[in-house]
C-alpha cells in the first residue's frame, strides 16, 4: 500500500519560513519524480515544483526564488523549503508522486499517489 505522510505545515507571518516533509512507503522512491502542489480556498489546485530521480528540480514561474525542493533517498522523503511567505501563499500544500514540468507549470500525471495535505497559513 502507497502511502504519503506530509509533515511541517502550521502559522506562520510573513517573511517567515516553514520546511514541509513528505515521507513515503510501499513505493520505490527513488524511481519517481516527486512534487509540491497547492490549493487555496475557491482556486484550482497548482504546482510548485518537481524533483526528478535525477535530483533536476523545476519551479512554478511564480515559485522560483522563495522555494526550494529536495530529496533523501535514503529516508523515502520529499521536501519543501518556503521562505519569504507571503499571505497569498496560504493554501493546502500536497506532496505527489510522478510530477513534471509543463511549460512554466508543474503538473501531476493522473495516476499521481497524494499525501494528506498539510495547512500553511500566512499572516500579515
Known amino acids: 500500500q502507497v502511502q504519503l505522510v506530509q509533515s511541517g505545515g502550521g502559522s506562520v507571518q510573513s517573511g517567515g519560513s516553514l520546511r514541509l516533509s513528505c515521507t513515503t512507503s510501499g513505493l520505490r522512491f527513488g524511481a519517481y519524480a516527486m512534487g509540491w502542489f497547492r490549493q487555496a480556498p475557491g482556486k484550482e489546485r497548482e504546482g510548485i515544483s518537481c524533483?526528478?530521480?535525477?535530483?533536476?528540480?523545476y519551479y512554478a514561474h511564480s515559485m522560483e526564488g522563495r522555494f526550494t525542493i529536495s530529496r533523501d533517498n535514503a529516508k523515502n522523503t520529499v521536501y519543501l523549503q518556503m521562505n519569504s511567505l507571503k499571505p497569498e501563499d496560504t493554501a493546502m500544500y500536497y506532496c505527489a508522486t510522478a510530477c513534471f514540468p509543463q511549460g512554466t507549470t508543474i503538473r501531476a500525471l493522473s495516476v499521481a499517489h497524494w499525501g494528506q495535505g498539510t495547512q500553511v497559513t500566512v499572516s500579515s
Open positions: 524533483i526528478t530521480v535525477g535530483n533536476t528540480t
